[in-house]
């Protein structure tokens, strides 16, 4: 019986850059310490990286925003905007992820060419608008797409 290597469509290469360049962006931002994990389509952790300094619930909340985004098929920035005033339903799917889910933005999708989801980042340490910023950046700077393509346009203003 042969071994079979499990393949994923996000490499580890991918992941460790979106990482590295999210980090780079909130330092050049003079953002506070962010704690960033990159999980793959199934939802499994491909890399995580924390900032020096940086909380120790972040890495956490982190995983959280990017399964959530990822569970629900939608970047965390539009599942609190939909599920904003439906907070019985936020419970229940904080419930049935077992918490992880996190619906504040910072959770965004990881696009290949065509346009399909290969995984998401999560990204936590400063204000939610800064942390999904770091998250864009991070995945473009891989060459990958993203959803949402680009930050809130008031991003800069959510500074603690």
């Not at 019986?1 to 360049?21: D, E, F, G, K």
């Not at 962010?34 to 995983?63: F, M």
């Amino acid at each position: 019986m042969a071994l079979r290597h499990v393949v994923s469509t996000l490499t580890l290469a991918q992941a460790t850059a979106i990482a590295t360049h999210a980090i780079a962006a909130g330092r050049r931002e003079r953002m506070l310490p962010l704690a960033v994990v990159v999980v793959d389509a199934g939802g499994q952790i491909v890399t995580a990286q924390r900032d020096d300094g940086c909380g120790t619930l972040r890495v956490r909340i982190a995983q959280g925003k990017a399964r959530g985004a990822l569970g629900m098929g939608i970047p965390s920035r539009t599942i609190r905007d939909r599920l904003q005033n439906r907070p019985a339903f936020q419970s229940a799917v904080a419930t049935a992820s077992q918490g992880q889910f996190i619906p504040v933005p910072g959770g965004v999708l990881i696009l290949d060419g065509d346009g399909r989801a290969i995984g998401a980042v999560g990204i936590s340490g400063d204000t939610s608008d800064r942390d999904e910023y770091c998250a864009i950046e991070g995945i473009k700077a891989a060459g990958l797409g993203c959803d949402p393509p680009e930050p809130a346009p008031d991003w800069r203003e959510s500074a603690l």
